[in-house]
């Protein structure tokens, strides 16, 4: 008989360390599924204003938003996959929980985002 380990994927995971308390490895889920609803939120977000766009006489840069929010939402789809990766084989290893590496990048882009369209809807109200 197999051991449930060698069922589960991905391999690169489950097939390194001990499997560890499954608190642990459910919170981490949790954590990750918490980032993937963001993504949706944020892919949601860019075909929302995308068609909004598209319906309105909007400038050129609404849709470029739209682009933008939708990359960003599928970039922190990636990286929270990544970083479920990297953290679930950290406890199986017993080794420290990696350091969030896609936080404050995504922080970044988020602000400037959220500036441009600040600024395009006072430029737009001027008008």
């Known amino acids: 008989m197999r051991a449930v380990s060698d069922e589960r994927r991905p391999h690169s995971v489950y097939q390194m360390g001990s499997d560890p308390d499954p608190r642990v490895s459910l919170a981490n889920e949790r954590t990750a599924l918490a980032g993937l609803r963001t993504a949706l939120g944020l892919v949601v977000a860019g075909v929302a204003l995308g068609g909004l766009a598209s319906l309105s006489e909007s ?69």
Do not use: D, H, K, Y
């Open 59 to 127: 400038p050129g840069w609404f849709r470029a938003i739209a682009v933008v929010l939708s990359l960003l939402g599928g970039t922190l789809a990636l990286l929270t996959l990544r970083r479920w990766m990297r953290v679930e084989q950290s406890v199986r290893t017993s080794t420290p929980l990696p350091a969030p590496s896609a936080l404050s990048p995504l922080a970044i882009a988020l602000a400037v985002v959220a500036v441009a369209v600040s600024l395009g809807l006072i430029i737009g109200s001027l008008n």
